[in-house]
């Protein structure tokens, strides 16, 4: 089935949102034994179970994807402003896959909150 340019880009803006809010709950309770309150920054600061170089690729890729709450703008700066959030929900993807997470980490992390 082919959608329309208008249609298909206004139906990825609205199911987009649903998987990220899938994905933000996911990554808040595999992060949650650093720190509650500040887990989407603990892969940055306070992690040693992921590379930080993942968590400094998700907040670039965070700043692409922000650029959606302004469609005009999203127009306007595509496709380089998904090309931050491919890389690096990329390559989060394919490092959980092939490496996953440090568990001896993580469970240290975790007895210590």
Known sequence: MYLDGDLAFTLANVVAPLFYAVATLLVYDLLKPVNRAVSLLAAFFKSTFLPRILGVLMMFAGLGWLT?????????????????????????????????????????????D
């Not at 690096?88 to 993580?106: A, D, H, K, S, Y």
């Open 68 to 112: 959606f709450l302004s469609a005009p703008l999203a127009r306007y700066l595509a496709p380089s402003n998904m090309f931050p959030g491919m890389l690096g929900e990329g390559l989060l993807l394919l490092w959980l896959l092939v490496f996953g997470v440090n568990e001896q980490r993580w469970k240290q992390q975790a007895r210590a």
